[in-house]
């Protein structure tokens, strides 16, 4: 019988009970670290050891040297045909060619070459590096894509403008005319001024206008007090004399017979 109680009330191996203790108790504190203060911070990363970089060993990094290419033959020539043009031309202007055919060029070259302009074809790359070292730099910017350049010995804007108005595909991007470059507005109100004849005329008529107007107002006083004086005469002279001279009466008609 004791046997049978001990092989109840004692657990068998491997078997849980149905119920576990657990323990009932203060929990353990645990301690919270300080955030660090915004001023201390700031002063650790100035002071930070920042540890130098390992130099290289002479020798390993060679400097890369950029071969100097010479300009060729052709292209120290078309400078110096561009160094003339500019010293020679008074009129440069830079035309947009958006594909226009042989044909319409031709025509566009047989119309300009009536009024004495030019069409002169560069290329970019050579136009850029000589106006480069030029006072003409300011124009780089328009060799941009196909490009043509328009030359004349004289300013013949308006010309020039009636041509491009029968060729669309060609735009006037801008010009140099006289030494002064101009967009392409400036050039249209260019093309609006009178010619040079025209202002020395201008200018004549108004200076002699000036000067007839300076020399009447000179003469106007003594003239006005001469006629004054003459008049004065006549208010002193007696009623019957009929010579400006007072005093005298006019010869009787039986002396004069």
Known sequence: ????????????????PLTQSVRHGSKAVTRHRKPMHILKQKLMAITEYIPPKPAAPPGALTPR???????????????????????????????????????????????????????????NQVMRSYLADSPYINMGPLFIGQTVLFVSKEPKVKEMLLSLRTSPQMVLLGACIEKILLSRQGVLNYAKLPSVTVVQGELVSGLTMLTSQTASMLQHHPAHLSLILQQYLKQQAPAGSTNGTPGESPPKAEETA
Not at 1 to 16: D, F, S, V
């Open 65 to 123: 040297v950029k071969p100097v290419q010479e300009e060729s033959g052709l292209v120290l020539l078309l400078k110096k045909d561009l160094q003339t043009m500019f010293q020679d031309c008074k009129m440069i202007a830079v035309i947009q060619n958006n594909a226009t055919n042989s044909e319409d060029m031709l025509l566009l070259k047989h119309r300009l070459h009536k009024h004495g302009i030019k069409i002169k074809f560069i290329p």
């Open 1 to 16: 019988m004791a046997a049978t109680l001990c092989g109840r009330l004692l657990p068998k191996q491997g078997w849980l």
